[in-house]
């Protein structure tokens, strides 16, 4: 994710199988079968140091089947009806889902219904009986979905101005559609939008069939690879798709405005050549599809919804932005599809891998195609980087966001902070052993979820070396370390207080 307003002079602020292990992430699954049915429902999390009460512990997620129903206005909630086949991992008598902006109709825990309530943000389920352990579970709700402002979150649907968009990073995805909301519990995703006739509806994955009833289209799309909740992306609009082919015939499709696809179709030829440049660096790409979405919307950020990402179309026609800052920043999103989208944070914390390498192959890019440094880039990167650690903690260890500031946790810090990292493990480790480490990386958790710990050991694997010191201060140190081969760059000198 990229936060605006963006200045191409400067970058400063931005904002895109494994599972759990048993850490202290999960440590409150362990209670989750201990509560008794007559006891209050309370909300729970999984225990995310920067999302306490995000995601929900005692089952694993398969898979979601949404349905949506558009009115054709953004004044009136949309009809919805989400449906989770999930595996339990402990005894449950009860199931929280996180949701908190729509009505729920009616709750089926395996075809039969069940009770529910709200907690905080939880939507809380009570079945007839207990679910085992190791035990699969359907759990059907019907609700609506409300486009309308939920006050000042950030996030959920965005209107646009034909229609509606998703926004779900960090911790949206639950102001749409029930679900467990955390990275760590990817599925597989099949969503259905019926929409008057003249919208057209885009969403993840590939289309699997159109089908019209009077004056109404059902549109429906299915992932081939499992997805975060934070990465969901549904289009509604007066939209044209827009079709080309990338390397290895990959399907490319990009969703624009029908009046501005003119204007707009210079970008997005480019995006077959960029996937070509990042799959010579990282290896191929891990999708069954990519496109652009255009959205006439002022987001205040562009997103890495997976297969599909969102930009501001405003990006693209305002005259001020040179050409390579776009094309970078359409780079930045591409790779995350590699890097947060395939290879998903185990937890919030581990957000610098994301940014870090989507800001990394960015700026690489603009070396290679634009003559704009990638050394230059760092060592102002460098003089700021104290200034950045101070503000929003070290690129590993960020400090919380403030209360009602979730994307907050997008700081400078996770990324030129963390591509600082990068470009400092680079230059310890050389290019050969680094540029074999990213490799390595995406195709190892390919689909999956990793932490901070496995990339630190994955580093060391790949360099045969142990790296604890250099990554203990590069990833957690309150001062940015001397970068190793430039003992002259030097942090820049603390601001007084009151000089301007």
Known sequence: MLLTPRTPASRDRRRTPRRLKATALLA??????????????????VGDRLFPHLGNPGYDVASYDLSFTYPGTNSEPLQAVTTIDAWTTVSLDRVNLDFAHGKVESVAVDGESAAFT?????????????????????????????PMPAGNRDGGWVRTADGLAMANQAD???????????????????????????????????????ERVGRTMTWTYRTQHPMATELAQVSIGRSTVLRRTGPHGLPV???????????????????????????????????????????????????????????????????AYPTWYV?????????????????????????????????WYEALYAEEKA?????ARMKAAYGDSDRWRAAGGPPAAPKAPDPGQKTGIFRPNVYDGAALVLYA??????????ERLEKVWVSRHQDGTASTEDFVELAEEMSGRDLGTFFEGWLHGEKTPQMPGHPDWKPAAPERAGAK
């Open 172 to 210: 949206a995805a639950h102001l749409v559609f029930p679900c467990n909301d955390h990275p760590s519990d990817k599925a597989r995703f099949t969503i259905r939008v019926t929409a008057p006739k003249e919208y057209t509806a885009v969403a993840n994955g590939l289309s699997t069939g159109v």
């Open 28 to 45: 409150c699954a362990v209670s989750v079968c201990l509560i008794a049915a007559g006891a209050p429902a309370t909300p729970l999390g």
């Open 371 to 375: 003559d704009r440094p990638l050394a």
């Open 327 to 359: 094309e970078s920043i359409m780079v930045h999103e591409l790779a995350h599809q590699w890097f947060g989208d395939s290879v998903s944070p185990r937890t919030w914390s581990d957000l610098w891998l994301n940014e870090g390498h989507a800001t």
């Open 425 to 434: 493990l680079r230059q310890e480790i050389g290019r050969p052993a680094f």
């Open 253 to 319: 499709r990009d969703v624009v405005p029908t009046e501005d696809r003119a204007v707009l179709e210079p970008w997005l030829k480019k995006t077959p050549d960029q996937i070509a440049w990042m799959e010579g660096k990282v290896g191929p790409y891990p999708f069954e599809t990519y496109g652009l979405l255009m959205a006439d919307a002022v987001t205040g950020f562009e997103l890495e919804t997976q297969t599909l990402s969102l930009f501001e179309k405003g990006l693209f026609t305002e005259p």
């Open 118 to 146: 709200s907690a905080g943000e939880d939507l809380v389920v009570t079945p007839d009986a207990p679910l085992p352990e190791g035990s699969w579970t359907r759990i059907t709700v019907r609700h609506t979905s409300d």
